[in-house]
């Protein structure tokens, strides 16, 4: 499952220097689909392995580079108006998969492995963003919800790439989508800076 992924996103990569810009969101998706489900086909199957994590993350950061470089060379022209953009957007992504791995190392030391290490995350992500919302009884609830059912309350990686891979060639407003998900993968960085200081 994870070559499939693998090759559908080097066929996206392609159709994005091609500047077919539609169908290599197209592909992007697909390719995403099939990284998300490698993870729990090898445990279905018991084929889980440490190596094959490290090779599904490693994948992840090949097929990010890949498209980036591909959409600033597309057509074979070098694209001078998205170099800025697309700098800035993979610098903070890689930023905020670094601040991401000292964040997860700093939670594991201090409530030593425990299994309560999701509560512990929900209850600051809720908080925090709960501080400042006291009084909007609507906001919290939609953050009662989402932490009740674990989902991510702060934007990822994950989120930045579909802003700018499928949003963003859908519209074809690169640029803008990669200001917008720098900006936010940014503030989701301190937020992780934040989360850590106080776990």
Not at 12 to 23: N, P
Not at 61 to 68: A, G, H, S, V
Not at 122 to 137: A, D, E, G, V
Request: aromatic content about 16%.
């Amino acid at each position: 499952v994870t070559f499939i992924s693998i090759l559908l996103s080097m066929l996206s990569a392609a159709l994005f220097y091609k500047a077919e810009f539609l169908y290599g969101a197209i592909f992007y998706w697909l390719s995403y689909v099939f990284d998300c489900v490698d993870g729990s086909v090898a445990r279905l199957t018991s084929k889980f392995s440490q190596l094959g994590h490290v090779l599904d993350h490693s994948f992840d950061r090949i097929r990010t580079f890949l498209c980036l470089l591909a959409i600033l060379f597309n057509n074979g022209i070098i694209h001078s108006e998205l170099v800025l953009p697309l700098f800035l957007y993979y610098f903070s992504n890689s930023f905020l998969i670094y601040i991401n791995r000292i964040y997860l190392d700093i939670r594991n030391i201090k409530i030593n492995h425990k299994k309560d290490y999701r509560k512990k995350n929900i209850y600051l992500n809720k908080k925090i963003l709960s501080k400042n919302f006291t009084k909007y009884r609507i906001t919290n609830y939609l953050i009662n919800i989402l932490s009740k059912r674990k989902i991510n309350l702060f934007p990822t990686d994950v989120e930045g790439d579909a802003l700018i891979f499928i949003f963003g060639s859908i519209t074809k407003d690169i640029d803008l989508f990669c200001y917008i998900s720098s900006t936010l993968l940014l503030i989701a960085s301190l937020l992780t800076i934040y989360k850590s200081i106080k776990i």
